[in-house]
């Protein structure tokens, strides 16, 4: 009877036994599949953080190089949304690997934010740049307003010179030299807008300068030279060439600012290197997310 009971009380502890190494495993089971499905969301997360980083990189560089200010200013607030989308799975991907502990993917993600924020910097400043879009704003009055008021010069001095009496010859010569000074402007225009060196801009600002002087002193010895009837048609071509020069001081201002130029060498050379390097950050972290199969997660 005795050993009946003892047989008994053993067989119950090796059960109960039994039922608590299930119920362990169980939960090792449950454990390790928690584990996997946050490897997998982390995962996603940095395939979608390089596919929002790649699409705020290439919206900021169609603003640089857009011709239109509605279109550049369209494409900065897109590369601003795709960078926002950034910072949201960067924030959201860094507590989950902290709670995997997976360290080294830990470090790639901190080496990415680093990288990011340099990012971030350098590419406000070339979007703020880009929208300016002062080399094209002077392009555009050079081959525009700029354009007419030259021509109209032009068609005022030759009406004006048509009335010449004995002395058409000089009257002739004067006019030509007034209009090929204010061509030599416009000649300089289009290099001033497109150059970036300080001292290359002052050297045709003096040119500029120079021509505008010999028209004007052409301008003067036409005066005495020409009949009554012919001086309306001269305050035209003055009033045409003081317009001319108003809008070329506004063709070299914007110039100096020199935004698209600015925008577009940085985005060639600095933000090339931090984008790469920001990429190089974001693969590093996948190949290793990658590698996280359920041996991976037990080694941890």
């Known amino acids: ?26 939960r090792n089971v449950a454990d390790v599949n928690v584990t996997l499905e946050r490897v997998s969301e982390a995962r996603s997360l940095t395939a979608d953080l390089l596919l929002q980083f790649t699409r705020s990189a290439d919206a900021a560089n169609r603003s640089v190089m857009a011709d239109m200010d509605d279109t550049s200013v369209a494409f900065a607030k897109e590369a601003g949304l795709a960078a926002d989308a950034v910072q949201k799975d960067v924030d959201t991907l860094k507590p989950l690997l902290q709670t995997l502990g997976f360290s080294e993917e830990q470090r790639l993600l901190g080496e990415f934010s680093g990288r990011y924020a340099e990012y971030r910097e350098l590419d406000r400043r070339i979007l703020d740049l880009a929208v300016e879009n002062t080399n094209l704003k002077a392009q555009r009055l050079a081959f525009g307003p700029a354009q007419d008021a030259a021509n109209a010069f032009r068609d005022a001095l030759k009406t004006a010179t048509s009335a010449a009496g004995k002395d058409a010859w000089h009257v002739e010569a004067l006019a030509a030299t007034a209009v090929l000074t204010v061509r030599e402007i416009q000649v300089l225009q289009a290099p001033h807008i497109a150059d970036a060196d300080e001292a290359v801009m002052t050297r045709m600002e003096k040119q500029m300068a120079t021509s505008e002087t010999a028209a004007r002193q052409a301008l003067d010895g036409l005066r005495p030279l020409l009949p009554p009837s012919a001086q ?56 290793a997310l990658a590698k996280r199969g359920f041996t991976g997660i037990r080694e941890r």
Request: hydrophobic share 45%.
């Open 232 to 287: 309306g048609q001269l305050r035209a071509a003055t009033a045409a060439l003081d317009r001319f020069v108003d809008l070329n001081l506004q063709i070299i201002t914007l110039s100096r600012r020199n935004t698209n130029v600015r925008s577009l060498a940085l985005s060639l050379d600095e933000k090339r290197k931090v984008t790469t390097a920001c990429e190089d950050s974001l693969r590093a972290l996948q190949a």
């Open 1 to 26: 009877m005795h050993r009946g009971r003892e047989y008994r009380r053993r067989l119950f502890l090796a059960a109960l036994a039994l039922t608590f190494s299930a119920i362990g495993a169980c």
